[in-house]
């Protein structure tokens, strides 16, 4: 499949993606991802090595596009939601937000 990251194209299969991957140590995951194998990778990590260019070059959207016309799965971190108010003083408190210290 040809596609276009960090406006450089390239050839992409999944078995080379797999292939390009295999040896390589999933960094922790602290944002989007990509499941190779059985293996979470950040996406960053993932364009750097099939790409083989520095992180900077590319977005995260341009390797989640490409990895998943793939067919790999691609994750985002859930939102995290906001604590449940369970009282009205507790409400009333959150509206008018948390008092300044000096």
């Known amino acids: 499949m040809r596609c276009v990251i960090a406006r450089f194209p390239f050839d992409l299969t999944k078995s080379g ?3 390009s991957m295999k040896g390589i140590k ?3 995951v602290t ?3 990509v499941i190779i194998g059985r293996r979470h990778y950040p996406a960053k990590q993932v364009g ?3 790409t083989r260019q520095d ?3 590319f977005s995260t959207a341009e390797v989640l596009r490409a990895m998943a016309r793939l ?3 691609c994750r985002t971190l859930p939102e995290t ?3 449940r108010i369970e009282s009205p003083l507790q409400r009333a408190s959150a509206m008018l ?3 300044v210290t000096a």
């Open 17 to 19: 993606v797999l292939e």
């Open 31 to 33: 944002g989007e991802s």
């Open 48 to 50: 750097q090595v099939i």
């Open 71 to 73: 067919g790999f799965t």
């Open 26 to 28: 999933p960094e922790p």
């Open 55 to 57: 992180r900077r070059d």
């Open 81 to 83: 939601l906001p604590p």
């Open 97 to 99: 937000g948390t008092p």
